[in-house]
T-cell receptor
């Protein structure tokens, strides 16, 4: 158990809908990262939050947004969903950004858009 | 641009047949190289962190090594339970950059 919790584990929704994925980082970790992994694809970086502030953005679609709350949990919002958004979405957390330590991943949310 | 390339894409080994996985990287100032194991449908599981050339880390049948341009994950006498995708990553600016992984299958 990495200590990173993601909910829900599975999500099935229709095209055009909006969903929210939730992530609770490890105790003490201030950084949260979101990644997307499509079938047989690598981990694609979406966005990084540190202590409530956005630190870096990857190739995140405008239909996607995220935030980190004062209790450090994070949510990834996906709207106007398309079939191609079906993927595994992972959250990871790590110690403060000025420490180059490893990130620990949650078990992911499998999103299926039908 | 920071980049990570892993080879081979897939590897089949007989149980007990040792081998190595390669991770080549291009990054402006290495701030950590990381190895993860990922089982199908699961989140990546952290294995090792390496920071400087010459550094080595070991865990059971796995040993990770680092040079200035690449890292190797050596698997000694693998067992079927070592079957997984092994991912390599480097620390970029406020993000981790992953390779596409090596899919390892160990046959009994």
């Amino acid at each position: 158990d990495s200590g990173v919790t993601q909910t829900p584990k599975h999500l099935i929704t229709a095209t055009g809908q909006r969903v929210t994925l939730r992530c609770s980082p490890r105790s003490g970790d201030l950084s949260v990262y979101w990644y997307q992994q499509s079938l047989d694809q690598g981990l694609q970086f979406l966005i990084h939050y540190y202590n409530g502030e956005e630190r870096a953005k990857g190739n995140i679609l405008e239909r996607f947004s995220a935030q980190q709350f004062p209790d450090l949990h994070s949510e990834l919002n996906l709207s106007s969903l398309e079939l191609g958004d079906s993927a595994l979405y992972f959250c990871a957390s790590s110690l403060p950004t000025d420490l180059n330590t490893e990130a620990f991943f949650g078990q992911g949310t499998r999103l299926t858009v039908v | 641009e920071d980049q990570v390339t892993q080879s081979p894409e897939a590897l089949r080994l007989q149980e007990g047949e040792s081998s190595s996985l390669n991770c080549s990287y291009t990054v402006s100032g290495l701030r950590g190289l990381f190895w993860y194991r990922q089982d199908p449908g699961k989140g990546p599981e952290f294995l090792f962190t390496l920071y400087s050339a010459g550094e080595e880390k070991e865990k059971e049948r796995l040993k990770a090594t680092l040079t200035k341009k690449e890292s190797f994950l050596h698997i000694t006498a693998p067992k079927p339970e070592d079957s997984a995708t092994y991912l390599c990553a480097v620390r970029g600016t406020y993000k981790y950059i992953f390779g596409t992984g090596t899919r390892l299958k160990v046959l009994a």
